[in-house]
């Protein structure tokens, strides 16, 4: 019987979340019940009962109205559940339970409920959301006065008065709509309500609602997707009848009479249904005020629904889209700020210039004015200061599943280890404290870095090492740098938390470019490869900035906006086969406390500023798994992927970046034409053509790549920005190719073949070296070729279904 009782549960919707070990848990209190035909499971007024779930047979929930006269409410089916509210609210139940069939529930007592809660409590908000949803839609009748007290309930249930801002936008907009109010205060016939998704028809119709008939009349809202299922059989005036022992079914404007009732999406009513709707508001004889909606233009209103239905709405209102009203979204946005600030307690937030921009920019096709709410919200709730820029600005499409993928969270070992953050603690603290004692070593003892090939191992494989890791495993580096780490130690303990300067978050990727540049040109003009002093004095030059710039300002903003070598391993990511990404629908449905944004008890946010469902690049991930830690729905994911699919998918992606792209391309030329110059040309007269060579490149190649790719002039990105990125390959090749020879001993081991022949072995011989650049640019061309034809063919296939 147990195991007949977790099958049972296991079919459930409402236990779906659960997992195998936790339903036997639950199922263990829950006990079968048998109820015959015609008997009731629960009588209304019954002060104690269970929660029930009806397995098999059928049931009917009724009410008791105008004296011993029965109201069908409706019917119930196997899966469906009941008792919750009584044992929620503590009080009798308002409704009976009666049997149609020989029926079998599994029913948890009171106190097993309550347990119960206590223990899931994602089902204690799951059963509030569907009892609100219940009574939002009156599925409950009562007497006369008391079905109204329910919908009063449901009124405040749902909170009406919190969920709209009631704002319209500037003197312009809001004048027109309060005199299209003012004009329905007192209406000779209903009012048909067109628009866009998100436009604001139902808070139109909430104040409408305010306007004739106060906030605490009935607003009952019923949804056209569901109408002809829920709602069909109540739309005809019941007949009167003098037996009190028959069953009536209720009626629909019975539910809302005084007040309004609002159908959504009306359009989506069978047309049958919509004759049966426009016969009973004739019929009606004005109970309750009706307003319908729908997602069209006034001009189609005769395609999509039928004349009969047209004629019993004398009024029609069209609200014009957020994209052709542009000047509404400052007001508009600053608006929900304030109002959130006062509903938080919190100062009132402004939006510098940048972020107003990028808000004026999008179109606001997915949502109108809801899409903007939404922005804002999550602005306001992740913005650690009074100002909002660009980094809390998150809108356009979430990040896709593209592809087959790898979650390597499903493994119970790799989760824990991840979710425990110990491990990558672990090897963060030693990486910093072997570089710590390499900078010490290389300052304090260079003779002994150089005889025991530590300082030569350290310029010879680890630059190869990222160039060659990177494309693969992403920005693994970034995880255990020991910049970052020692830059966090700091920041936690001086911290001045200043806004970032909006030029630094607009122009990062000139900033990046230009440190990478002044880098690598300070490397190759004083030959710090050959003087532990400099390297060490390198190492050291950028611990500081970092640090400094973490003292500034929040979180990771070296990292992010300045680090040369971040901006080198983060393009390298962009098609690597790891990635962390997260189910996008959950973060949005389920998640209100951004925790992977805002951090959660001793674990930091994301340290570079990233809201995991719009995070669709490995451009500025730094694999902390911090959002592992924090995500409270189980939501993110670490795949495996084919490597550089990314490239092909791109949206988000900081575009920028092909100019660092074009910059690291260019570069190759000086280095390697200049390289065997060094050792014939005098040392002042290499080191000026060298400079000027190398600088001039470096421009030449960020400019042309701009004037390609014509960075940020569409919000996703465009087939000439993924083009360019596609590059990436050929360029990390040129790179791997400059510092494999640089790698100690590499020129000197030998690969060959051989064979006898009557004049005795002959072999052929290639040096490491040279087989080293073969594979890379091997690689590099093949990764980039199918990487640009993939980018043509899913362009290609996105025109042709568009």
């Known amino acids: ?24 848990e639950l199922a263990s209190d829950f006990q079968w019940e048998d109820y015959a035909l015609g008997s009731e499971i629960i009588k209304q007024g019954q002060e104690e009962h ?47 339970i009666l049997a149609q069939d020989r029926c079998q529930v599994l029913a948890l007592n009171a106190e097993s409920f309550a347990r119960m809660l206590l223990r899931w409590p994602k089902l204690y908000q ?26 009063r309930s449901t009124l405040q249930l749902t909170q009406y008065k919190d969920k709209f801002y009631g704002l319209w936008g500037g003197a312009r907009t809001t004048g027109e709509v309060e005199r299209k109010l003012e004009e329905l205060a007192h209406p000779t016939g209903h009012l048909l309500l067109t628009g866009e998704r998100g436009t604001g028809r139902q808070m139109m119709a909430w104040y409408v609602h305010q306007r004739q008939s106060g906030k605490e009349a009935p607003f009952v809202v019923v949804d056209g997707r569901r109408f002809d299922q829920q709602w069909r059989d109540l739309i005809v ?5 003098e037996d009190s022992s028959v069953v009536h079914n209720s009626n629909l404007f019975d539910i809302a009479e005084g007040g309004t009732l609002f159908i959504r999406e009306i359009n989506l009513i069978s047309p049958n249904t919509q004759l049966k709707l426009a016969q009973a508001m004739n019929f009606q004889k004005r109970k309750c005020f009706i307003i319908g909606s729908m997602n069209t233009e006034p001009d189609a ?33 600053q608006g929900f700020l304030e109002k959130l600030a006062q509903k938080n307690h919190r100062n009132v937030p402004t939006l510098n210039r940048e972020a107003t921009q990028l808000l004026l920019s999008h179109h606001y096709q997915q949502g109108n004015v809801s899409e903007l709410i939404q922005v804002i919200e999550r602005a306001f709730y992740i913005a650690e200061q009074d100002v909002i820029g660009l980094e809390q600005i998150f809108f356009g499409p979430t990040s896709e599943q593209n592809g087959f993928t790898i979650n390597l969270l499903a493994w119970s070992k790799i989760e824990n280890l991840l979710k425990k953050g110990t ?14 004692a390499l900078v010490l070593l290389l300052l304090l003892t260079p003779e002994i870095a150089v005889s025991t090939k530590i300082f030569a191992l350290v310029w010879g494989l680890w630059w190869p090492a990222l160039a060659l890791i990177s494309p693969f495993l992403g ?55 050959l003087n532990p002093s400099y390297t060490a004095f390198l190492l050291i030059s950028i611990q500081v900035c970092a640090i400094l710039i973490a003292i500034l300002y929040p979180r990771h903003t070296w990292c992010r906006h300045f680090c040369p070598l971040g901006g080198f391993i983060g393009t390298a990511s962009i098609g690597s086969m790891l990635e962390v990404r997260a189910d996008a629908t959950v973060c949005l449905n389920k998640c209100t406390t951004f925790e992977c944004y805002v951090g959660k008890g001793n674990v930091p946010g994301c340290p570079m500023s990233q809201h995991l469902p719009f995070l669709d690049n490995n451009l500025d991930c730094k694999l902390c798994f911090n959002c592992v830690r924090n995500c409270p729905n189980g939501s993110v994911k670490v795949n495996l992927r084919l490597a550089g699919r990314e490239v092909w998918h791109l949206v988000r992606v900081n575009q920028g970046y092909v100019v660092f792209i074009g910059v690291m391309l260019a570069i190759l030329v000086p280095l390697n034409y200049f390289a065997p110059l060094q050792k014939i040309w005098p040392a002042t007269t290499w080191q000026v053509w060298f400079s000027l060579c190398y600088w001039g490149a470096g421009l030449a190649g960020g400019m042309f790549t701009w004037m390609i790719a014509k960075p940020f002039k569409t919000k996703a990105a465009s087939r000439r920005i993924k083009l360019v990125f596609a590059c990436t390959p050929l360029v990390l090749a040129g790179h791997i190719m400059y510092q494999v020879g640089f790698i100690p001993g590499l020129s000197s081991l030998l690969f060959g073949v051989g064979y006898e022949s009557p004049s005795g072995l002959i072999s052929f011989y290639i040096t490491a070296t040279v087989l080293a650049y073969g594979i890379a640019v091997t690689f590099g061309l093949v990764l980039t070729g199918i990487t640009i034809a993939l980018v043509f063919l899913n362009t290609k296939e996105k025109r042709a279904t568009a």
């Open 237 to 241: 005036e019941p007949l009167d009848s």
């Open 423 to 436: 491990f990558v603690g672990g090897v963060r603290l030693v990486t910093a404290i072997l570089f710590t």
């Open 50 to 96: 269970s929660f029930y779930i009806l397995i098999k047979g059928k049931a009917d929930v009724m009410v008791q109205k105008e004296g011993q006269r029965l109201w069908r409410v409706r019917s119930l089916s196997p899966g469906d559940n009941f008792g919750a509210l009584s044992l929620l609210n503590g009080k009798p139940s308002e409704i009976t």
């Open 1 to 24: 019987m147990s195991d007949d009782k977790i099958y049972s549960l296991s079919d459930i919707e409402l236990f779906s979340d659960l997992s195998s070990p936790e339903l036997a």
């Open 126 to 151: 799951t059963f509030i959301g569907r009892l609100t949803e219940d009574l939002n839609e009156a599925n409950l009748i009562l007497s006369e006065a008391k079905y109204k007290e329910i919908l």
């Open 301 to 333: 209103l005769g395609k999509i629904i039928i004349p009969e239905l047209q004629r019993c709405f004398a009024h029609t209102y069209e609200i014009t889209p957020l994209r052709k009203r542009k000047r509404d979204i400052p007001i508009l946005a």
């Open 475 to 529: 920005r693994l580096w970034c995880t255990v740098c020991p910049f970052s780490t020692i830059m966090d130690f700091v920041q936690q303990r001086v911290h001045l938390n200043r806004a970032i300067p909006e030029f630094i978050i607009k122009y990062d990727y000139i900033l990046v470019s230009f440190l990478f540049l002044m880098i690598f040109w300070v490397e190759v003009i004083t030959n710090m490869r």
